[in-house]
């Protein structure tokens, strides 16, 4: 078993924390575990961004810069550089969303192309990433998934998406990058798991390239990866899979509750972390096939990974299996895994204040909603101010 001490080691933790930053991620914490703070908050950064009012600058010395790498990846190299002298490495996200039009979703392809031919040539860079949505509105992948008809304007759109999927996933297969697709809301995302299988059979004939996302708080995902491996067994090729536990759980709820369909989320918060550990056991189990990098801020989750692959004889650096964690958050298992010598990386999102805004917005809820993960972090850096006073 692994000493279940290993994430208490606050110096290695917060290494690269200068005392003022260490100051001020204390700050961000002690607000956001304030639930109403971060409501008013939100509401407030939205409205002034919307009408202009100077706030960047303020935002940018406070939340941003905590959670993101820069406004574009240049200003992210000093922060790639530092972790991956300490054992940890970086991807890149553009985390701009929200957008509707083509010339956009062309602009976050291109964008996406540029950042998996650099990590090519940087060591401390191993994946590329996007969020379907990026590439085409939501509005063309829910239809799909609902099986409605499209018009011949929607067409022509649903054909730029593939196009755009295309382009990437060639260039990551050019370059030798895996490229991570992250998961969306439920009546969008089996279009997406759909044009994701085209890549990977197309892709991943020698090991995984593309990678799509596995929310595991949706009860039906280990049956889809059983009947997935199974169908890529006999056509020969291998599959890739991020978990997490997922990011949309309220909005699924109150969707199915509206509409008067079973929700697809787990009945509860033990069910989901038991649906993640079987995910994450059925892939470990089956590596030779499936490879596996688990996106997750949760410790028994973290310790039961390195427990089976103790268990299984898989070493700590086997290019098959990745941790990761976001930028910002949870510092104590990233750190340390990269100390005892596992792969892993930090998801460090990146671009333009007013257009991150939403992910940072959306960070700041999830983290007051996590039970146990603001007070958590709160006091891991606690401890290490006293242990630095000392």
């Not at 260039?171 to 992250?182: C, E, M, N, R, V």
């Not at 067994?233 to 890739?240: I, M, N």
Request: hydrophobic share 35%; with cysteine; aromatic share 12%.
């Amino acid at each position: 078993m692994t000493s279940n001490s290993l994430f208490d080691n606050t110096e290695a933790a917060f290494q690269l924390k200068s005392d003022s930053e260490l100051e001020r991620a204390y700050f961000l914490f002690k607000m956001i575990s304030m639930e109403p703070l971060v409501k008013i908050g939100s509401a407030v950064t939205k409205f002034a961004l919307n009408i202009n009012l100077p706030v960047e600058g303020l935002i940018r010395s406070t939340v941003f810069d905590h959670f993101c790498g820069g406004v574009n990846e240049s200003d992210c190299m000093t922060t790639v550089d530092r972790l991956f002298d300490v054992g940890v490495y970086s991807i890149l996200d553009y985390s701009v969303e929200g957008k509707e039009e083509d010339a956009q979703f062309n602009a976050t392809v291109n964008k996406v192309i540029e950042l998996t031919e650099f990590a090519r040539n940087k060591e401390a860079m191993h994946f590329s990433v996007f969020k379907p949505t990026g590439f085409g509105r939501f509005k063309v992948w829910q239809k799909i998934t609902e099986k409605e008809p499209l018009s011949d304007e929607e067409k022509v759109f649903w054909q730029n998406i593939e196009a755009r999927y295309e382009r990437v996933s060639k260039t990551a297969y050019d370059s030798g990058i895996s490229l991570l697709i992250d998961g969306e809301e439920s009546w969008m995302q089996d279009a997406a798991d759909d044009l994701c299988e085209k890549m990977m059979e197309k892709y991943n004939t020698e090991r995984a390239i593309v990678f799509n996302t596995l929310q595991c708080y949706r009860w039906d995902r280990l049956d889809y990866l059983k009947n997935l491996h199974q169908r890529a067994k006999a056509k020969g090729y291998k599959l890739g899979f991020k978990i997490v536990r997922g990011a949309y759980m309220e909005k699924e709820n109150e969707r199915a509750l509206e509409k008067g369909y079973k929700t697809p989320i787990c009945e509860s918060k033990k069910a989901t972390d038991d649906n993640f550990n079987e995910i994450m056991k059925y892939i470990l189990d089956n590596l030779n096939d499936i490879e596996l990098f688990i996106g997750t801020h949760n410790e028994s989750s973290t310790y039961l990974a390195m427990d089976l692959m103790k268990e299984k004889g898989i070493v700590e650096s086997d290019s098959r299996v990745w941790f990761g964690q976001l930028y910002g958050m949870s510092d104590h298992i990233t750190f340390n895994l990269g100390s005892e010598g596992y792969n892993v990386a930090k998801y460090i999102p990146f671009g333009p204040v007013k257009d991150v805004m939403p992910y940072l917005i959306r960070r700041a809820e999830e983290n007051t909603s996590v039970a146990g993960q603001t007070s958590r972090e709160l006091t891991l850096l606690k401890k290490e101010k006293e242990r630095r006073k000392l």
